[in-house]
């Protein structure tokens, strides 16, 4: 089983770094290649692939290899052992109670439909 | 009740409106077919006493420590108006083991519509995180960008 408090640990770690923060809310905004986000920060292309490889093994970044080029994405299950749990029922509520009104739209069609 | 007391226990509340009537908005919290449609496989009945489950599936992470089983009781029907039941699960981990209560209340609005009530009673402190050790700027972006993920999940 994975050990939820370590991978919390590593989560941590990798949003503690201000520079990590703003490349993994950069991400956050949509796929992009390491290239790309080191035109946008002041920081060398190095440093940035090494930022992302920690938000990588942290379980936040995923990629897509596309012939040379490699893009980055958030991975947002990533971010689950952060959750406030209380925070994720009332999602998680609000999720089924939406499909709710939609199966009870579908039974006033099957119910005019007899 | 729990021997410990209910002053840390926090209960969380969602107001929803329905354009159904109280009476179709009943079934579909308490026919386990139509209730297996929005919420999670089950086998409900409203009865009071009976004992049951909800399944969610597929399974959830294995990392949350829960099996995806919710054990339930039915504590009190009130047809139309108000159904409450056990909501307990099993978990290696402390933040997703749950021991709390669902009240579903039902009212019935001028436009023909129901207003919809759950409440869940009965987090424990460990449910929710303090972020401990995170300083509250970061804290509250972590807040903020949390609520936009999932939001979009």
Known sequence: MIDA????NAVFRALADPTRRAVFERLAEGETTVGELTSRFDVS???ISQHVAVLRR???VQERREGRYVHYRVK???LRPLMDWIEHYQAFW???LSRLKAVLEQLDGEEEGR | MSPEGKADRHTLVVDYELP???EKVWRALTESDLLSRWLMPNDMRAEVGHAFTFRLEPAPDPGNGWDGVVHCEVLEVEPGRRLRYTWRSDSTEAATRLDTVVTWTLKALDDGGTRLR???SGFRPENGRAYAGVEAGWRGWLAQRLREVVEGL
Do not use: F, S, V
């Not at chain 1, 408090?5 to 919390?8: K, S, V």
């Open chain 1, 5 to 8: 408090a370590a991978n919390e």
């Open chain 1, 45 to 47: 292309q190095p440093a």
């Open chain 1, 58 to 60: 942290a379980g936040l």
């Open chain 1, 76 to 78: 947002p299950a990533g």
């Open chain 1, 94 to 96: 609000l999720d089924r």
């Open chain 2, 20 to 22: 159904a009537a109280p």
């Open chain 2, 118 to 120: 759950l409440e869940q």
